[in-house]
């Protein structure tokens, strides 16, 4: 942990680098926070910071740049971040103004996240959390010849066509979906697979398409997002060759950006920060990820996040992607009529007052 006076120094820093993208010298920091101690006093400190590897420095006669683990402090030190009031109410008359379907608000979502931050906004499509079995239809069509309906959490419908090695009557397979239905209701492929049960030849070959679909299902990695904001990243300076932002519109235009992005472990709640060099894919290590989740735990999930320099505006930032979690969670959740339970919720009452970032 660092001392208040060194917190104070490494937050100055920051918050000039990302105002200014020059380097930062000890004469900045005494003028710009009024610290009581001389300049050598400062660069005393700066040192320590350097030498600890919070702050470096392009060259020695050059100021100090925050490195990710400078930035990292900063974004776990600063107070809990609140977009203005304003703008929620902008931004809640907007969503009310929109067609009432998903790809309108998610589309609105992406252009507010962009408009507001500077960056580029990722939007993803909320997707059921893993394939879950709700029930199988199975219908005669000639005497071999059956038509499967699977039918999954989501509102996800897939159909089979299968041979049996025998005729099967209608009753039969009747008979034979109610005992799956009976058995797999709410259950993954990895359940089902291990679940111990007699299975007749015929309800063992259902099973057996079932969990296949569930896997291609499982396996499906062709993202559905909305983007908008490219045209920021062009202005900042880091960027000012474009070649350094290849990789990246690479994977949005492979449509992988969305996964790319997502931590392996995203957690429920709230809001995450991966910063620079944290990103586990070479092409984002140039960038930071603010990135959080809206909708139903094991049912239906969804993304919203940002991908900007690591010399971004972190708590703006962090505060509208919050916030923007909170209203798609509440909107998908008066579409299929439930709460969300996760998301940011925890606007309301005091916490509603005005607030500049």
Do not use: C
Request: cysteine-free; glycine content about 6%.
């Amino acid at each position: 942990m660092l001392s208040p006076r060194k917190q104070a120094i490494l937050k100055s820093i920051v918050e000039q680098y990302i105002s200014r993208a020059v380097p930062v010298p000890s004469q900045d920091i005494v003028k710009k926070y009024d610290l009581a101690v001389s300049s050598a006093t400062v660069r005393n400190e700066m040192a320590y910071l350097e030498q600890e590897g919070y702050i470096y420095r392009p060259h020695t006669s050059a100021g100090s740049i925050p490195s990710d683990k400078g930035y990292r402090y900063y974004v776990e030190t600063m107070d809990a971040p609140s977009i203005p009031l304003s703008d929620r109410v902008f931004i809640d008359h907007l969503f009310h103004q929109v067609e009432e379907d998903m790809e309108s608000w998610l589309s609105l979502a992406a252009t507010l996240i962009a408009r507001m931050t500077h960056n580029v906004a990722v939007v993803g499509k909320p997707r059921a959390s893993g394939a879950r079995f709700k029930h199988v239809e199975l219908v005669a069509l000639q005497d071999l010849l059956t038509l499967i309906i699977f039918v999954l959490y989501g509102a996800r419908v897939r159909q089979q066509l299968i041979n049996f090695p025998e005729p099967v009557d209608q009753d039969q397979l009747d008979t034979i979906a109610n005992k799956l239905n009976r058995l797999y209701f709410g259950l993954t492929r990895e359940e089902i697979n291990n679940k111990q049960t007699d299975l007749t030849e015929h309800e063992a070959l259902i099973t057996k398409h079932l969990v296949n679909i569930m896997k291609m299902e499982d396996n499906k990695d062709v993202e559905e997002a909305y983007l908008e904001g490219w045209h920021y990243l062009f202005n900042e300076p880091e960027f000012a060759h474009t070649s350094r932002l290849q990789a990246l519109m690479e994977l949005a235009e492979h449509r992988n950006l969305l996964r790319t992005i997502t931590p392996p472990e995203l957690p429920e709640e709230g809001v995450t920060v991966v910063i620079g060099k944290e990103n586990e894919v070479e092409a984002m290590q140039n960038y930071s990820v603010v990135i959080g989740t809206y909708g139903f735990p094991g049912e239906l999930t969804g993304t919203v996040g940002l991908v900007g320099p690591t010399r971004m505006q972190y708590r703006r930032n962090l505060a509208v992607v919050r916030y923007l979690t909170f209203v798609l969670g509440e909107l998908i959740g008066e579409l299929y009529g439930k709460k969300q339970e996760f998301g940011s919720a925890p606007y309301n009452g005091d916490s509603r007052t005005e607030q500049d970032l």
